[in-house]
C-alpha cells in the first residue's frame, strides 16, 4: 500500500479539488483507493465527492474508538474501488493522534487497500502535519503565484524534516509538483510565473498542470470530482497526472496558448 | 481599453517581478531556515581548531554559511584574523 499526500502549506490552490480527482482516477483504474480528509473541524472532501447525506462515522469516531473504520468508510457511487473517509465536523484538529492515525493506515493495509489519499488542511500545524506524517508520496499543490510557491517550499522542508520517512531515515518522500489553476493565456502575456518558472524555483519533479477551470466549480456544485467530467480540460489534466503518476510517458497539454487573430480581437468575442 | 491598446496590448509583465521575489524569498529562508545543514557548527569548530593552531583566534571570528543560487550552493566561510595578536606558535 502507498499512501500520498495531497499537501500545500496555503489555503485554497486545489487540495481538495485535487485529492478528489487523483483518488477517483487511481480507483478508475482498478486500484483499491481510500481518500481521507485530514481537515479535521473544516470537513469539505465529501461536498467534493457528493457523499455528504451519507456520512455517519467519520476519521475522529474511529481514531477514538466509537465507530469502526468498516463503519466509517464510505463507498463511493463513480467508481468501483474507491472508499471515503470523511472528517468530523465537530471535533477540533487535538483529535488526530499519532497512533490514531498510524492506527488506520495499518487496518487500511490489513484491509487490501493500493493507495491511501490523504487530504491534507492548509497550514503546517497538527492536521497538516498528519497528513503528512506517513506519506510515502506528496502532491505539492501550487498555484501560480509568489505566497502558494513560497508556501510549497515550507512545506517541501517540512516533508523532508518531519514524515516518517524522514525522521527514520528511511528513503525520503516522493515528491511531486502540481501546478493548478494555470492560465496559459496569462503566462504567455507574462502576467503569471510559468510552471517551469515554479518547478525551477522549487526544483521538485513535475507530475502535471490544471488549467484554471470553470468545470471545477461545476463538478463542485454537483458533488462529482472533476476528473468525471468527460471532455473538459481539467479532467483530461487530472486523468494524465493518474498516468504519469503510475510511471506512464504523457506529454503535457493545456499549458500552451494561441493568440487569437487579428480579426477577432478587432471585433471582440471573448 | 482603446482600439490601439486592444490591438497591440500594453500589460505590465509581472511575473519576472514575481520570480525574482521568489528566488530572493526562497534563497534566504533556505539559509535561515531548515536547509541550513546541521554540519555546519562542526565544521566551524574543526576549521576554528586548526587555524588556532597557527594563528591566535576567537570562535566568533570565523563564520560559515551555506547560500543558494540559483543551481548551486555556496559555502562561504569568513575569517578575520586580528592583526595586532601575535601568531601562536605551531605545537
Ligand atoms: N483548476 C481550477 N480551476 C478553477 N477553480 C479551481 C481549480 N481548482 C480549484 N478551484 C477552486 O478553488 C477553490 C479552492 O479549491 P479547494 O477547496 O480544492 O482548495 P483547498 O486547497 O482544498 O482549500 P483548503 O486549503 O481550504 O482546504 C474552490 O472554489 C475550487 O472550486
Ligand atoms: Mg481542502
Known amino acids: ?270 | 481599453m482603446s482600439l490601439l491598446t486592444r490591438l497591440f496590448g500594453e500589460k505590465k509583465k509581472t511575473a519576472a517581478i514575481a520570480k525574482e521575489r521568489l528566488q530572493l524569498i526562497i534563497a534566504r529562508e533556505h539559509v535561515d531556515g531548515k536547509a541550513s545543514p546541521d554540519f555546519l557548527p562542526a565544521l566551524q569548530k574543526e576549521l576554528l581548531d586548526v587555524i588556532s593552531k597557527y594563528v591566535k583566534i576567537a570562535p566568533e571570528d570565523i563564520k560559515v554559511q551555506l547560500e543558494r543560487q540559483d543551481n548551486l550552493e555556496i559555502l562561504e566561510v569568513n575569517i578575520i584574523l586580528n592583526e595586532t595578536s601575535p601568531p601562536s606558535r605551531p605545537q
Open chain 1, 1 to 270: 500500500m502507498r499512501i500520498v499526500v495531497v499537501t500545500s502549506g496555503k489555503g485554497g490552490v486545489g487540495k481538495t479539488t485535487t485529492s478528489a480527482a487523483f483518488a477517483s482516477g487511481l480507483a478508475l483504474r482498478g486500484f483499491k483507493t481510500a481518500v481521507i480528509d485530514f481537515d479535521v473541524g473544516l470537513r469539505n472532501l465529501d461536498l467534493i465527492m457528493g457523499c455528504e447525506r451519507r456520512v455517519v462515522y467519520d476519521f475522529v469516531n474511529v481514531i477514538q474508538g466509537d465507530a469502526k473504520l468498516t463503519q466509517a468508510l464510505i463507498k463511493d457511487k463513480h467508481a468501483d474501488t474507491l472508499y471515503i473517509l470523511p472528517a468530523s465536523q465537530t471535533k477540533d484538529k487535538e483529535a488526530l493522534t499519532e497512533e490514531g492515525v498510524e492506527k488506520v493506515m495499518r487496518e487500511l493495509e490489513a484491509m487490501g487497500f493500493d493507495y491511501v489519499v490523504c487530504d491534507s488542511p492548509a497550514g503546517i500545524e497538527r492536521g497538516a502535519l498528519m497528513a503528512l506524517l506517513f506519506a510515502d508520496e506528496a502532491v505539492v499543490v501550487t498555484n501560480p503565484e509568489v505566497s502558494s510557491v513560497r508556501d510549497s517550499d515550507r512545506i517541501l522542508g517540512i516533508l523532508q524534516s518531519k514524515s516518517r520517512r524522514a525522521i527514520e531515515g528511511r528513503e525520503p518522500v516522493k515528491e511531486h509538483l502540481l501546478v493548478t489553476r494555470y492560465s496559459a493565456k496569462r503566462v504567455e502575456e507574462g502576467e503569471m510565473l510559468s510552471y517551469k518558472d515554479i518547478q525551477e524555483l522549487l526544483r521538485v519533479p513535475l507530475i502535471g498542470v490544471i488549467p484554471e477551470s470553470e468545470a471545477v466549480l461545476h463538478a463542485s456544485n454537483q458533488g462529482v470530482p472533476a476528473i468525471h467530467l468527460k471532455g473538459t480540460d481539467v479532467a483530461e489534466a487530472y486523468a494524465d497526472v493518474v498516468s504519469r503518476f503510475l510511471g506512464e510517458d504523457k506529454p503535457l497539454r493545456f499549458v500552451s496558448y494561441e493568440k487569437p487573430s487579428l480579426i477577432k480581437r478587432l471585433f471582440g468575442s471573448t
